[in-house]
């Protein structure tokens, strides 16, 4: 158990006698999550977190992560899109939020972390999330087929081979499958309808990493869900709301169907209510918070001399050891130190405690897990909502037109929605909103509108052979080259030297996911003889730079 909850126990044991609802005020700086860790720790019961929005939600689960296992954290994400928009969320948001339902059927001791905003998002039953998922097992006897169509209906996409998660591929009597909730895609292997072996494997060298005898397959799909999240909550669930106002907001939110039934099942739960603002109905902490404090390291050694003159703990939380070694170093002498991900820590000096983090002592933010950031590309179009009326837009089979909107028209004794793309002379191609993924918008080299091709004539036909002779020669081009480099020999350098962990260790941000498979992959490609062929590429701000100085520093 983290030593630092110690503090907090008389207070959560006192909490455990009340049995109506609480009001809890004056928490600040990460207080909030360190109250809610002894919660968890010291009450014995599920607890459940609902914050006012996903931003705030996710904070809160990371800042957890400092005080109790890893493990026993679950965050069910919000959709990230208005419900009433009818716009299905990013797959990865999907794929989180079933694998937290997944734990959720089996954990009896958490803490769940979500926001106001999932909360009203539909999902998966508990008894749809059991019949939809695909339970597979060596020599078991199974159709093929039937499993095939299973995949498809539960959400999952059928490629030539397995790229991403949410896809699966078919190869004669061999089905690959990523689900999104395992790091590595799933291969089965099926004889007649038998199946013989059940492995993960590299999604890049195709080799196997671990064999397996049995798992289950979650769908890759919310849609039909008849249930929320609250459904999901345990009946002797303790609910903390973070801020007060918070229940008015959801309140207003469900008061109308079909979200009745949330209110419902949200009545019957105890609930705690933290915040800033002091009411006449809490019971109020003094909880302080520090400012930047490095003006020197004479002065930081003061305030540290003062809080303990004061017999107050101090304890630190970095984010990792490069920084903790940083941090040993200014001080002269080993701290009481927390590895975790805390912007503000806290001063409560009724229990005599305080938390500095590495942000209180150095100056500036650190991005310690940046949120998923998820764009959404306009080519092809995928949405109707990335389109506006006068916009070029390209069908791949009949060229250059205009988007003109939406219009129903009556097919087959029913209403459907087609989308209008304009051609020149006014001819005019109805396009099913189904088949929207035709239409790409127009990107053209310069500002210069092209002009509208002939619908049925035989310019975009020319136009698309000669790119598809382009294209090939290019191919070809670049067969060879690669056949040319394959035969080459390139520089193998040496596996990572221990002062390669130690410059690692200094940076002052945590590498995010990405940057971590991504110096995964680099040094994989320096480590073999075979030339490099790896492009780096990025957003603006994303952490390119800090990988490359890595590969840099392995090379000399």
Known sequence: MNKLLKYIRQDILELSKIKNDISLSGIQGCFPSYFLAGAH??????????????????????????????????????????????????????????????????????????SIDAVYHPTLSQEQLEKSGLFVEENLQADR???????????????????????????????????????DPLRIEFFGDKIESLRFFDIVTQ??????????????????????????????????????????????????APFADILKNYEKFQKVYLSLLKSAESSHFLIKTFSFLQHSVEELLGVIKDLKKNKIDVYFCCANDGEKERLIELLGRQEDILIGHIEQGFLWEERKLALLTYGNIF???????????????????????DLEEG????????????????????????????IMVEYKDGDRLYVPIEQINLLQKYIGMDKTRPALHKLGGKVWAQTKKSAQKIVRDMASDLLNIQAKRNILKGHKFSADHEWQAEFEKSFLFTETE????????IKKDMECERPMDR???????????EVAIRAAFKAV
């Open 41 to 114: 720790t010291y009450l014995k019961r599920p607890i459940v977190v609902i914050a006012e929005s996903s931003q705030e939600a996710e904070n809160i689960s990371i800042e957890l992560e400092a005080f109790i296992p890893k493990q026993e954290i679950l965050y069910f994400p919000s959709w990230e899109v208005a419900y009433e928009d009818d716009i299905m969320p990013h797959p990865d948001i999907i794929a989180e939020r079933l694998e937290c339902l997944r734990q959720l059927s089996v954990m009896k001791s958490h803490i769940l972390v979500t």
């Open 145 to 183: 087929d039937a499993f095939v169509r299973k995949l498809v209906d539960s959400g999952y996409k059928r490629t030539e081979m397995v790229d991403d998660k949410g896809d699966f591929a078919v190869r004669g009597g061999i089905i690959d499958v990523f689900y999104p909730g395992a790091d």
């Open 207 to 256: 080799r196997s990493i671990e064999k397996l005898s049995s798992y289950t397959i979650l769908p890759f799909s919310e849609k039909n869900g008849q249930a929320f999240i609250t459904d999901y909550f345990l009946e002797n669930s303790l609910v903390f709301f973070k801020e007060i106002g918070i229940q008015e907001n959801y309140i207003s939110k469900f008061s109308s």
């Open 363 to 385: 100056r500036g933010q650190r991005i310690s897990k940046p949120r998923r950031v998820i764009k959404h590309n306009n080519l092809p179009v995928y949405d109707i909502l």
């Open 391 to 418: 916009d070029i837009i390209v069908h791949i089979n009949h060229g250059i037109g205009m988007f003109k909107g939406l219009k129903k028209i009556e097919h087959e004794g029913a209403l459907r929605d087609y």
């Open 514 to 521: 990405d940057q971590i498979s991504a110096i995964k992959d």
């Open 535 to 545: 492009l780096l590429c990025g957003d603006v701000g994303f952490g390119k730079t």
